[in-house]
């Protein structure tokens, strides 16, 4: 299902995606991964079409405002102001849990983002991609899109709920990592680039509690790290 929606995102063009034409590329996706009707479980013999239910879901996504101040919308954001699976990678040098717990203490909010982890010294290439880059008011943010089922009520979806999933899955270390990335492709690209004026934040959407009637108060996570930190996991990574 996780990939299933990835496919949706990366395919549709956002502020085309209404009518026939987003009901027609769902279709598609759902045929081409067999799923277009699938056996409900419980329900003997049971089947159901899940074209209007993923209609639904991302025409939800698309036209939420993921921002209070700025009323940013994907539904607003055309094909030449996104990049979608950006790749990216980087050498690591020498990179330990001790050295990446020092480079987050100094962060309150991150302190215990490295708590346990255990790994042996890395040194090579970090390689991953970015679900979405996109740009708004000259500002760039990065997406993530995530399927958890963190309950069946829109206030499972709000800020306390979200942080213990962010948590429980160290998705705070993966956009960390994701505002590296971008913080470096978006210095080697754009003259005059500065994090401060042209970075919008990290954007994870929690699909299923994304709703246009509650903005940014529901499935979406929205962060900003400190420019310090980020200038410090940048020494990281290059000298370990």
């Given at each position: 299902?996780?990939q299933?929606l990835?496919q949706?995102?990366?395919?549709?063009d956002?502020?085309?995606a209404?009518?026939?034409?987003?009901?027609?590329?769902?279709?598609?996706?759902?045929?081409?991964?067999?799923?277009?009707?699938v056996?409900r479980?419980?329900?003997?013999?049971?089947?159901?079409?899940?074209?209007a239910a993923?209609v639904?879901?991302?025409?939800?996504?698309?036209d939420?405002?993921?921002?209070?101040?700025?009323g940013?919308?994907?539904?607003?954001?055309?094909?030449?102001?996104?990049l979608t699976?950006?790749?990216?990678h980087?050498?690591v040098?020498?990179?330990t849990?001790?050295?990446?717990?020092a480079a987050?203490?100094?962060?309150?909010?991150?302190r215990?983002?490295?708590?346990?982890l255990?790994?042996?010294a890395?040194?090579?290439?970090?390689?991953?991609?970015?679900?979405l880059?996109?740009?708004?008011?000259?500002?760039?943010?990065?997406?993530?899109?995530?399927?958890?089922?963190l309950?069946?009520?829109?206030a499972?979806y709000?800020?306390?709920?979200?942080?213990a999933?962010?948590q429980e899955?160290?998705?705070?270390?993966?956009?960390?990592?994701?505002?590296?990335a971008?913080?470096?492709?978006?210095?080697?690209?754009?003259?005059?680039?500065?994090?401060?004026?042209?970075?919008?934040g990290c954007?994870y959407?929690?699909l299923?509690?994304?709703?246009?009637?509650?903005?940014?108060?529901?499935?979406?996570?929205?962060?900003?790290?400190?420019p310090?930190?980020?200038?410090?996991?940048d020494?990281l990574?290059?000298?370990?």
């Amino acid at each position: 299902a996780r990939q299933l929606l990835h496919q949706f995102f990366e395919q549709i063009d956002f502020p085309q995606a209404t009518g026939e034409p987003l009901e027609g590329t769902v279709r598609a996706l759902l045929l081409r991964y067999g799923q277009l009707r699938v056996t409900r479980r419980g329900v003997p013999g049971g089947e159901t079409d899940w074209t209007a239910a993923v209609v639904d879901l991302v025409t939800r996504v698309l036209d939420t405002r993921l921002e209070a101040d700025s009323g940013l919308r994907l539904r607003d954001i055309p094909l030449a102001d996104r990049l979608t699976e950006l790749e990216f990678h980087f050498p690591v040098a020498g990179l330990t849990p001790a050295t990446l717990q020092a480079a987050l203490v100094g962060t309150p909010a991150y302190r215990a983002s490295a708590a346990g982890l255990g790994f042996e010294a890395m040194r090579g290439l970090m390689r991953g991609f970015i679900d979405l880059v996109l740009r708004f008011r000259g500002r760039y943010y990065l997406v993530d899109y995530k399927s958890n089922l963190l309950g069946r009520h829109p206030a499972a979806y709000g800020r306390e709920g979200m942080a213990a999933a962010i948590q429980e899955h160290r998705y705070d270390l993966q956009y960390l990592i994701y505002t590296l990335a971008l913080h470096r492709f978006l210095r080697a690209r754009l003259p005059g680039y500065d994090y401060g004026r042209d970075f919008g934040g990290c954007l994870y959407l929690f699909l299923r509690g994304v709703h246009p009637e509650r903005g940014p108060a529901t499935g979406v996570w929205h962060d900003r790290p400190d420019p310090a930190l980020v200038k410090r996991l940048d020494r990281l990574f290059i000298h370990g």
